[in-house]
């Protein structure tokens, strides 16, 4: 029983590695065709690449476990895979920096070259204390910065 077991696993095995003939249906063209590539640099506000930085691909809400994640390298670089087609945005998120949203978009081919700023908490907190005065609510007690608000229907919502 043992035997047969193996040898139709093997044949198994055998059969779906011919299935792609090296042409445009195998696997790795068929991945390459749902997904396009977001790559590019997140630097401290003095142009220095910040490593540990999550770069998440949000499609509904953050940290739903289907986003595609990842970490910047130690230079600060990132590539990340994300949904032909679906509308995503880019979340950068650091303990100590003021977190980054993207737009939200659908994306048909890759990007390449991004080069996000992201500046502490206390560096973004200075910049609202300057355009409002020093006795404006702490940033972390706020969202002070709103983009691409859609209603239930996912219309855009103006002002």
């Known amino acids: 029983m043992k035997t047969i077991i193996l040898v139709s696993a093997l044949g198994a095995a055998a059969f779906l590695s011919g299935c792609g003939g090296g042409g445009d249906d195998t696997a790795s063209t068929l991945v390459a065709q749902e997904f396009v590539s977001i790559s590019g640099k997140i630097t401290s506000l003095n142009d220095t690449g910040e490593p540990g930085v999550a770069v998440e691909g949000v499609y509904s809400s953050p940290g739903d476990p289907l986003n595609p994640t990842i970490s910047t390298d130690s230079s600060g670089n990132f590539l990340l895979d994300v949904l032909k087609g679906d509308a995503v945005f880019l979340r950068a998120t ?26 502490t908490g206390g560096e973004a907190q200075s910049v609202i204390d300057t ?29």
């Open 94 to 119: 650091k303990d100590s920096f003021a977190t980054i949203n993207s737009a939200k978009a659908p994306l048909s081919v890759d990007v390449s070259g991004l080069d996000i700023g992201m500046p």
């Open 131 to 159: 355009a409002f005065g020093a006795d404006t609510t702490p940033l972390e007690n706020v969202a002070w910065l709103v983009v691409d608000i859609e209603d239930a229907n996912g219309d855009g919502v103006a002002g």
